[in-house]
């Protein structure tokens, strides 16, 4: 219960409570919206690579997707897969 009062603003509070609002209302849309690209199969294909990402961390395999693996096409050259330096 204490922990709820913490989140929950008084009427003190109104700054916090309008920003709380406000990110409530903003958080709704934007998952409305992304849900809306989702199920309308009109999605990019960077939300499918974060899917399967999603999905392998859910199972396990941490930041895993078909992009990353030894297998991958897009990754390999010449049968090696290419040294990247990011310093």
Same mark, same amino acid.
């Given at each position: ?6 989140i ?25 919206? $992304? +849900?809306?690209?989702?199920? @309308?199969?009109? &999605?990019?294909? %960077?939300?499918? *690579?974060?899917?399967?990402?999603f ?10 997707? $078909? +992009?990353?693996?030894?297998? @991958?096409?897009? &990754?390999?050259? %010449?049968?090696? *897969?290419?040294i990247?330096?990011?310093?």
């Amino acid at each position: 219960m204490k922990a709820l009062k913490a989140i929950v603003p008084s009427r003190d509070q109104k700054g916090y409570r309008r920003a709380l609002i406000l990110a409530t209302i903003f958080f709704c849309l934007v998952l409305t919206i $992304s +849900l809306n690209r989702y199920f @309308s199969f009109y &999605s990019s294909y %960077d939300q499918g *690579l974060f899917n399967q990402i999603f999905w392998n961390n859910l199972n396990g395999r941490w930041f895993q997707s $078909s +992009l990353t693996s030894a297998i @991958s096409v897009a &990754s390999l050259e %010449d049968g090696k *897969l290419p040294i990247v330096s990011f310093i």
